[in-house]
């Protein structure tokens, strides 16, 4: 168990180069099944919708029943209905987008194009702190903690952990977001590429967390403001 989510997390911290970065490395996207009409970058429409909020839909998991709001054009791959913890991954662009925008299976982010993994992380120790049960989970050996913050983010508080990569000491930090879903539960939300944090979309997206079924996803009122990537039919 702990060998797979360590594997996880190794990758995680391998893809989250910045496309900011002079030389940013490149990663492997596990392709979509979805394929949605390709828009170019010139021709994607700037979202429009009569009342912003339309332009944004509630995501809701079938397992754990946690749900987040994101822009109504994303996909979103589920989690299995069985196995350990899971993965949840929106993404603001399908597999003929990536096909058409990276080289042999990889690439460096490229165009706006955005992504977030929600990995839901079990048999944590309930008695240890959000920080200190992660990093219980992990390698020590190839990611160490720079930082542990709290914020506040719709009606949830979030932790903040700064990661380094151990293993390439030149790798930029990463920030992870971390939710107590259940005693023994955490949901860990690692967006790609990290220059996306500090964005007005990717904040209203942990605003809009709820954490059990009997939550309401908080739908943000202001329109998203990035550029989709993929067809947009659902803005009116």
């Known amino acids: 168990m702990k060998k797979i ?22 990663q492997a996207i596990t392709p979509l099944e979805q394929t949605p009409p390709v828009l170019t970058e010139e021709s994607a429409p700037v979202p429009q919708a009569e009342f912003p909020s339309a332009a944004w839909k509630e995501v809701r998991d079938a397992r754990y029943g946690f749900g987040l709001a994101v822009p109504c ?8 209905p069985e196995g350990y913890g899971g993965v949840m991954g929106p993404t603001n662009y399908d597999e003929a987008y ?14 706006g194009t955005l992504k977030i993994d929600v990995v839901v992380m079990k048999n944590i120790n309930s ?3 959000d920080t200190d049960a992660y ?4 390698d020590t050996s190839m990611e160490g903690l720079v930082a542990s913050e709290t914020k506040q983010t719709g ?15 030149n790798d930029p930090p990463i920030r992870i977001f971390l939710y107590r879903l259940a005693p023994d539960k955490l949901i860990m939300l690692n967006p790609m590429p990290q220059s ?4 007005p979309d990717f904040q209203a997206i942990l605003s809009s967390i709820a954490l059990t079924p009997q939550e309401t996803v908080s739908i943000p009122t202001s329109a998203p403001a990035a550029t989709p990537r993929i067809e947009a039919s659902c803005i009116q």
């Open 5 to 26: 989510l360590i594997s996880l997390l190794t990758i995680f911290l391998a893809a989250a180069c910045s496309p900011l970065q002079q030389t940013p490395t490149p």
């Open 73 to 80: 054009w994303w996909l979103v791959s589920p989690i299995p």
């Open 98 to 111: 990536f096909m058409a925008n990276s080289q042999k299976g990889f690439w460096d982010w490229p165009n």
């Open 127 to 129: 008695a240890l702190s």
């Open 135 to 138: 990093m219980a989970m992990v």
């Open 155 to 169: 009606t949830h508080t979030t932790t903040v952990l700064t990661i380094q990569n151990q293993i390439n000491q």
């Open 196 to 199: 996306i944090i500090d964005t």
